[in-house]
């Protein structure tokens, strides 16, 4: 049975100061040029009740609401590249263990 994955080849994003690009752009041509067959990427936009850009400290990633994520979206579909949108729950069990 297919999902909306299927055949996807993906990267995971959690945090714009993790990575050494300044903009989303930057962030797609790296990837366009080092994992030519990605096509999609799961970008984290919360953790419990909190949107993901009250921690992340580089603001051209931040994520604080869905202007915020639409601006992924079109960026990155400018690159042929999907994105899915992920959250963590607050009593999510990998909480605990980071505590």
Request: glycine fraction near 8%.
């Amino acid at each position: 049975m297919d999902t909306p994955y299927s055949g996807k080849v993906g990267l995971w994003h959690t945090e714009g100061q993790a990575l050494g690009e300044e903009s989303i752009e930057e962030l797609a041509e790296t990837v366009r040029t080092w994992a030519p067959v990605t096509d999609a990427i799961w970008v984290k936009v919360a953790q419990g009740a909190q949107w993901q850009g009250a921690s992340d400290r580089k603001i051209a990633f931040r994520i604080d609401g869905p202007e915020d994520i639409s601006r992924w979206v079109n960026t990155l579909a400018g690159y042929d590249t999907v994105v899915y949108e992920r959250s963590l729950p607050q009593d999510h069990p990998t909480i605990e263990h980071m505590q």
